[in-house]
């Protein structure tokens, strides 16, 4: 805001507060001197799974594949204040996030209903699970400076806003990152589907499908050494060969509504950031080839 000539006159702190506006500026300023000018993907939605919240992160997590078999479980401090660099740093290239993290980690209803839950019930608890996630996620952000926002899908008010779509918009059009939880807030869908949802509902440019793999192959590349990675592929292939990075209803929503998935590797160090600067990493899915 300006301050006049006359406002200075009638008073004397407005120096002061010309120049904390100054310094104000300046540091909006530098916070986004990382800017990149022409992102291939602006508003995206970031899809976590909530096992990659207990594992390793980086070298070690590469290193750490072969041979895993077990589910991995709780939270890995250390690997989320990783990953939560790793959006910061596509954040401050200018890029506006939304997040949607599964459970994983902490439950999943289909192991829950397949040892004689009900399947309703495992699912919400499968959905209170991704709020402890996004939680940690938002802790982790908001300590490296970047102002975060948990939405919920399911009436959580003592630690999370409810969804409300305008708003979610309105707060990355503010800079803010927005944690998306509780899946899309009814049992029987997964968090993959929340993420096509929610992508469609604020608009994003694409979906980003974090794994432990580096792209989406003909088939499973950790049974068959002659596995081809697909560096482009339509959503009718991954649909007729049942290609399961992630699940039917998912792919056939953003087939509907031409909503790109990029799929690619969150244990190499960089990878949000080099994929919505347009560096072909992964596999793109779209309607084009």
Excluded at 30 to 45: F, G, N, T, Y
Excluded at 236 to 246: A, F, G, K, Y
Aim: charged share 20%; aromatic share 4%.
């Amino acid at each position: 805001m300006a301050t006049s000539e006359a406002d200075l006159q009638s008073n004397p702190a407005g120096t002061s507060i010309a120049v904390q506006n100054s310094a104000s500026v300046q540091g909006e300023v530098s916070s986004v001197s990382d800017a990149v000018p022409h992102l291939r993907w602006k508003r995206i939605l970031l899809k976590l799974s909530g096992e990659a919240f207990a594992a390793e992160h980086g070298e070690a997590a590469i290193a750490n594949r072969e041979g895993q078999t077990a589910p991995q479980i709780g939270l890995n401090y250390p690997t989320i204040r990783a990953i939560a660099g790793e959006v910061a740093s596509a954040h401050r290239a200018g890029a506006e996030i939304a997040v949607v993290i599964g459970a994983g980690n902490i439950v999943r209803g289909e192991r829950a209903a397949a040892s004689g839950m009900e399947r309703a019930a495992a699912d919400y608890m499968g959905m209170l699970g991704t709020v402890i996630n996004a939680m940690a996620l938002q802790d982790a952000l908001e300590k490296l400076g970047v102002q975060t926002r948990v939405m919920s899908a399911i009436s959580m008010a003592e630690v999370a806003e409810p969804f409300i779509r305008r708003r979610a918009i309105r707060h990355m059009e503010k800079g803010r990152v927005v944690v998306l939880a509780g899946g899309t807030g009814n049992p029987f869908f997964t968090t993959d589907t929340a993420s096509a949802l929610r992508a469609k509902e604020i608009r994003a440019d694409a979906v980003l499908k974090a794994t432990n793999i580096d792209g989406i192959y003909n088939k499973d590349p950790r049974k068959h050494p002659d596995a081809v990675r697909y560096t482009h592929v339509n959503y009718d292939t991954c649909i007729s060969d049942n290609l399961r990075v992630m699940d039917q209803t998912a792919f056939t929503f953003c087939k509907e509504y031409d909503i790109p998935i990029i799929v690619f590797d969150i244990a190499n160090e960089g990878n949000i950031r080099r994929v919505v600067e347009g560096e072909e990493i992964g596999t793109l899915v779209s309607s084009n080839i």
